[in-house]
């Protein structure tokens, strides 16, 4: 048996040469689940826009230090946390200017 572990840690057992040709052998035989020809992938690869639409505005990617107790409000509230920042600070933006914030 043979693991392959992915960059992100997940882990995959992969089937030996004979799982592999019985999985083969056997979608072959089924014509509603007939893997695709070196060619059909080609076609399709070359169809498909690869993925999510871009945006005209891309988001910045940027580190950022938070206190513990700010970064743990928002991501209680779970998925979506990080664009929920962002909507905060963009309407902190309409009454405020950057430079108006004051440490003390």
Do not use: Y
């Not at 169809?47 to 871009?54: A, L």
């Amino acid at each position: 048996m043979e693991t392959v572990r992915t960059r992100s840690g997940r882990e995959f057992i992969l089937p030996t040469p004979e799982e592999d040709a019985a999985i083969t052998a056997a979608a072959l035989e089924d014509p509603d689940a007939r893997p695709f020809t070196d060619a059909e992938l080609i076609e399709a690869r070359a169809k498909s826009n690869g993925g999510r639409p871009r945006t005209p505005t891309p988001r910045k990617n940027i580190c950022i230090r938070l206190s513990p107790d700010v970064a743990e409000a928002f991501r209680a509230t779970g998925k979506g946390w990080q664009t929920r920042m962002n909507a905060a600070l963009a309407d902190w933006l309409k009454t405020h200017s950057p430079g108006d914030l004051t440490l003390g």
